[in-house]
Structures are given as C-alpha cells and as structure tokens.
C-alpha cells in the first residue's frame, strides 16, 4: 500500500553527491547576508549543504554558495567558514566521521 519512508536526501554543492541530509552541514544565509553554519539545521534562510570542509573548496571554486543562496548571500570568507565547519566536526554534527560510517582504520 504505503510506500516505505526514506530519509530525506539533499545534494552537496561542493561535490554533487547526494546523500542523507543527516549526513552533511547546513551552511544558510542569515537575515543580515551573513553566511554561516547550521549544524541543527534549524535556523532561517536559504541552506545549502556540504559533505566536508574538503567540499567547501569546490563549492568556492564553482561559485555553488551565489546560486545556492540566489545572489542573497554577501561576500564569503573562506578561512572564516572553514574553520567554523571544523570546529565542531568532532562534535554530534553533520561531518562526524561516525554518522557518516567512516571506521577507526579509515581515518588513520
């Protein structure tokens, strides 16, 4: 009858992988233009999602976040999200090596 329920999936915009959206970061466009990173993925505004801080590279080099965020976001300082993404990358967040299935062994 009822198909089962699958977990929602969204695409980063760094690598076009597509992939549970409990697996990657939310990174939105605040109110003030301001870009920044939703690791609840609860606050408001534009969101586009990234797997890694590796795929935060790509997404710059592409210009992914201007058509992400439609031309709302200001300007982007690389070194200021990409240390905001690695902070809590060890924390229960988007990027922790554990929800995402990455094993002991991978990660040495």
């Known amino acids: 009858m009822n198909a089962p329920r699958t977990a929602p999936?969204?695409?980063c915009v760094g690598c076009g992988a597509k992939k549970p959206k409990s697996a990657l970061v939310r990174v939105v466009v605040g109110p003030d233009g301001q870009v920044m990173?939703?690791?609840k993925g609860v606050l408001p505004g534009r969101g586009a999602y990234l797997c890694s801080s590796a795929c935060l590279k790509g997404a710059l080099k592409r210009k992914a976040f201007?058509?992400?965020?439609?031309?709302?976001a200001a300007p982007i300082e690389p070194a200021r999200l990409e240390s905001a993404l690695r902070v809590g990358s060890d924390e229960d967040s988007g990027l922790d090596a554990a929800r995402r299935g990455v094993t002991q062994r991978e990660k040495a």
């Open 9 to 11: 999936e969204r695409t």
């Open 66 to 72: 201007a058509r992400a965020f439609r031309g709302k």
């Open 37 to 39: 990173v939703d690791r």
